[in-house]
Each structure stands twice: as C-alpha cells, then as structure tokens.
C-alpha cells in the first residue's frame, strides 16, 4: 500500500515562479524524505526532516512537516527549467520499511 | 565516488528464464533495499535487508529472491520470470533505515516477453 500520497499529481510552472507540491501520509513516522527523479533515472535525496521537526532549508529548498494533519509540503522557490522533474516523499515507519508514494511530476516552462 | 551500481542497465527476457540483477554499494552501508517503479504506482518495495545475512519481505515480494551474502552486494533474483514483471527496477542503500536518505542506483529496465 502506498502511504505517501502527492498533491497535485502533475504541476506546470513558468521558470522564476515558486512551486508547491504536499504529501501526506496515514500513520505515525520517524521522518519524511522528499526525493527528486529526473525522467527513468535514479531517484536522489533532496532533504529529511525528523517528526520533531516542522521546517527545514536546504539552498531553494523549503520542506514543512505537520504530523497533526499528517501531511508535508515542499517548496521550490524561483524554479529554473532544469528544475523539471519528478517529486517524491517517502516515509520512515516504525519498522524497517521507507514508503514512496506516487510522486509529482513538475515541468517548469522556460 | 560513493554509489550503488546496478547491473545491468536494460535487459530482455523470456518468460521462465532465471535472472539475476546485481546491485554493490561502496559506502558501507547497512541497510539495502530493492523497489520496482511501474507507472502511476510510485516505487514499491520488493525486499530489504538489514545487514548481512538479514533481509525481509516489502510490499511486493511474490517471484523474487534476494540475498545478502556479503554487505556490499545485494542482487535480485527472478527465479522464473513473468510479463509482469516487466517494470523499472532500483536498488538503494543507507547507513541504516531512516539514517538519511538513500542512495540510488541507476535503475534497471527489465522487459520480460
């Protein structure tokens, strides 16, 4: 099952324009993980944040954790085209399994 | 440079014939973990391993082995493979699940007719 579910499934943004996409997820975590896929390549760890963390930087990135309403978001600001890509989050259990869920697919227009 | 090195990149297959999809990391890591990737269903998780000799079921395991003889190496076994099978496959490591990320590989694109 997937527990991770993005929000919006697909986002088209002109380049210098911020882009959001949420997550959210059903169960308890120890943390949440937002990846970046480029088109069929191996995914890559963009930033985690803890469950008792509710913000996190990283360079453009913005990522807000809200475990009341189990849910995230990430924020990319001032997009550039090579920004385009696939969006995942994954969740940490209590056990051993990382959750990925479905993703969203950004294209920012040049 | 620290990786995950999957092999091989693309492959077709016949339905029935076994293979296997290798993966090696040079990072030290713990924790390694095979998903497959098929459109509209994010990555699933076939089979992780905690450290040698330990590993354990995802959400997908049904028609794949694994085993973790060794803590760099994890492969994929497809003991008699099927079409739908035919998915991306990605392997990944961390220090230890939930340490801080995974480190992907590649990817394997694997067709079975």
């Known amino acids: 099952s997937q527990q991770g579910e993005e929000d919006p499934q697909a986002l088209s943004i002109q380049e210098g324009e911020n882009a959001t996409m949420n997550c959210s997820y059903k169960t308890s975590i120890n943390n949440l993980q937002w990846y970046r896929q480029n088109s069929g390549r191996g995914l890559v760890h963009l930033i985690l944040?803890?469950?008792?963390?509710r913000e996190k930087h990283s360079g453009r990135l913005r990522v807000t954790l809200d475990t009341s309403k189990k849910s995230s978001s990430l924020l990319i600001t001032a997009s550039r085209a090579a920004d385009t890509a696939s969006y995942f989050c994954a969740t940490d259990e209590g056990g051993f399994k990382t959750i990925f869920g479905a993703g969203t697919r950004l294209f920012v227009k040049a | 440079e620290a990786q995950v090195t999957q092999n091989p990149r693309y492959l077709i297959t016949v339905t029935g014939k076994k293979l296997t999809v290798t993966c090696s990391q040079n990072?030290?890591?713990?924790?390694m973990s095979w998903y497959r990737q098929d459109p509209g269903l994010g990555l699933r998780q076939i089979y992780y391993?905690?450290?040698?000799?330990?590993?354990d079921k995802g959400d997908v395991p049904e028609g794949y082995k694994v085993s973790r003889k060794e803590k760099r190496n994890f492969p994929l076994i497809l003991e008699s493979p099927s079409p739908n099978q035919t998915s991306l496959y990605f392997c990944a490591s961390s220090y230890f699940q939930g340490s801080g990320g995974y480190t992907f590989g590649s990817g394997t694109r694997l067709t079975v007719v």
């Open positions: 391993s905690m450290n040698v000799e330990v590993t």
């Open positions: 990072m030290n890591h713990e924790y």
């Open positions: 944040i803890r469950s008792n963390e």
